[in-house]
């Protein structure tokens, strides 16, 4: 069987564009429309190219990772699933055009639910980054992560890890910091200095999914996070993870 785990520099393997994201700084200032860093998108583009059979992405916005989605895999079928429909008129050109418009299906509706009858080559989980919205889409929809063509199923979470895409506009930010260490004193809820750079909730979903051998980490880039899928959920995970949940 071929493994599909994301190959990295270190490995000898770098031989395409989206492999050299280590020559450029990349960090939250070369998000556009996508919303991601650059780094962020190529190991989307990377993981789209490692799996095979058809693509679920949660939460759209203004479909620029569906557009990335389509591009890397010609000929897939793309669910994509979000509350409602706000694609940038670029985006939009893109995803009408004849070789995308019958394959990429815009679905509006509750993500929580799962797609019945429908299996996937690559999970895309970037919508409600709340814990318990992380967890329902993976309860939703985990099980219908498949092994394809000798590929194995990829899920790819943003927002999932620490990281430093935001260091640059926290360095400089020392009056808004004084600010809130002032306000802090007569907060019952203390906010913190510096906002995190990822979220919890999506983190402590992806590491129970790994403590209790469901997955395994392929690769990350910035606050992406790509699990390969070892095997289905037991049926009570929404217990277990929701007691060994990280704040």
Same mark, same amino acid.
């Given at each position: 069987?071929?493994?599909?785990?994301?190959?990295?520099?270190?490995?000898?393997?770098?031989?395409?564009?989206?492999?050299?994201?280590?020559?450029?700084? &990349?960090?939250?200032?070369?998000?556009?429309?996508?919303?991601?860093?650059?780094?962020?998108? #190529?190991?989307?583009?990377?993981t789209v190219k490692a799996t095979a059979g058809d693509i679920l992405e949660i939460g759209r916005n203004r479909a620029g990772?569906? =557009?990335?989605?389509?591009?890397?895999?010609?000929? !897939? #079928?793309?669910?994509? $699933?979000?509350?409602?429909?706000?694609?940038?008129?670029? &985006?939009?050109?893109?995803?009408? +055009?004849?070789e995308n418009k019958d394959r990429v299906h815009r679905i509006v509706a509750?993500?929580?639910?799962?797609?019945?009858?429908?299996?996937? /080559?690559?999970?895309? $989980?970037? /919508?409600?980054?709340?814990?318990?919205? @992380?967890?329902a889409d993976v309860v939703a929809h985990w099980n219908a992560l498949r092994t394809d063509h000798a590929q194995?199923?990829?899920?790819i979470f943003h927002d999932a890890v620490p990281n430093e895409n935001f260091r640059w506009r926290d360095e400089s930010r020392k =009056?808004? !910091?004084?600010? $809130? +260490?002032?306000?802090? !004193?007569?907060?019952?809820?203390?906010k913190p200095e510096i906002a995190p750079d990822y979220e919890p909730g @999506?983190?402590? @979903? &992806?590491?129970?999914? $790994?403590?209790?051998?469901? #997955?395994v980490r392929s690769a990350e880039a910035g606050s992406m996070l790509v699990l390969r899928k070892l095997a289905d959920l037991p049926r009570n995970f929404s217990e277990i993870a929701r007691n060994v949940r990280r704040t």
């Open positions: 069987m071929r493994t599909t785990d994301i190959d990295r520099p270190e490995n000898g393997t770098s031989d395409n564009f989206e492999d050299l994201t280590w020559l450029f700084t &990349c960090d939250s200032r070369s998000r556009g429309i996508i919303r991601q860093g650059f780094d962020e998108a #190529a190991l989307l583009w990377k990772s569906t =557009v990335l989605l389509a591009a890397a895999g010609p000929g !897939r #079928a793309i669910y994509s $699933i979000d509350v409602k429909s706000k694609e940038h008129p670029e &985006c939009e050109r893109f995803l009408l +055009r004849a509750d993500s929580r639910k799962p797609l019945p009858g429908v299996t996937f /080559g690559l999970l895309f $989980i970037d /919508g409600d980054h709340s814990f318990e919205g @992380v967890l194995f199923g990829l899920a =009056v808004n !910091r004084f600010w $809130i +260490r002032l306000k802090n !004193r007569f907060r019952k809820q203390k @999506v983190f402590s @979903v &992806c590491e129970t999914l $790994i403590e209790l051998g469901l #997955a």
